[in-house]
T-cell receptor
Framework: AQKITQTQPGMFVQEKEAVTLDCTYD???????LFWYKQPSSGEMIFLIY??????QNATEGRYSLNFQKARKSANLVISASQLGDSAMYFC?????????????FGQGTRLTINP | DTGVSQDPRHKITKRGQNVTFRCDPI?????LYWYRQTLGQGPEFLTY????????KSRLLSDRFSAERPKGSFSTLEIQRTEQGDSAMYLC???????????FGSGTRLTVV
């Protein structure tokens, strides 16, 4: 079974609009972490935002926020006021377990294209 | 410190040849990870080091793959007798302790012809 599911292979958005990228996850652990990474065409994975399973508030980092719905096992990324430079692949990932857990499991990604 | 450095950026090799990739992590990071990313997929975990100790290996890491981190600093990933299915982007990442984020390098893109 897929541990991380990203159902949107591609998204097209007009510049300055907000965009939501979907991510659902599957785990039986109580302690886990959820990540979003951006991968531009250069190939580097750029860390955007983190949400811990025990965090009560949704994480925010500048224009990025994570809409964490624990009961639904959903961790959607919201980008406000999109910019042309936001065009890239976006990956949702999960780290299972508490202390000592090191492995990230990634989804298949969503290709976001921002149109001028 | 300029981040995680990987060398080479691109490698084209003939099937059956051996290749070796290098990763230089952020200097104060004690943990180092290798991931493989095939076209259209997310990265998949290969192996993880804490200092010089290799603590976990994925089933994806067949006998033809070996990774080392001899002095707890840089790491090498070697693939012996390459196959076309080994064509992928090989990503290295590093972190310090338990972390909320890993710093990735730009990857080495391997093409086996």
């Amino acid at each position: 079974a897929q541990k991380i599911t990203q159902t949107q292979p591609g998204m097209f958005v007009q510049e300055k609009e907000a965009v939501t990228l979907d991510c659902t996850y599957d785990t039986s652990d109580q302690s886990y972490g959820l990540f979003w990474y951006k991968q531009p065409s250069s190939g580097e994975m750029i860390f955007l935002i983190y949400q811990g399973s025990y965090d009560e508030q949704n994480a925010t980092e500048g224009r990025y926020s994570l809409n964490f719905q624990k009961a639904r096992k959903s961790a959607n990324l919201v980008i406000s006021a999109s910019q042309l430079g936001d065009s890239a692949m976006y990956f949702c990932a999960m780290r299972e377990g508490g202390q000592g857990a090191q492995k990230l499991v990634f989804g298949q990604g969503t290709r976001l294209t921002i149109n001028p | 410190d300029t981040g995680v450095s990987q060398d080479p950026r691109h490698k084209i090799t003939k099937r059956g040849q051996n290749v070796t990739f290098r990763c230089d992590p952020i200097s104060e990071h004690n943990r180092l990870y290798w991931y493989r990313q095939t076209l259209g997929q997310g990265p998949e975990f290969l192996t993880y080091f804490q200092n010089e100790a290799q603590l976990e290996k994925s089933r994806l890491l067949s006998d033809r793959f070996s990774a080392e981190r001899p002095k707890g600093s840089f790491s090498t990933l070697e693939i012996q007798r390459t196959e076309q299915g080994d064509s992928a982007m090989y990503l290295c990442a590093s972190s310090f302790g338990q972390t909320y984020g890993y710093t990735f390098g730009s990857g080495t893109r391997l093409t086996v012809v």
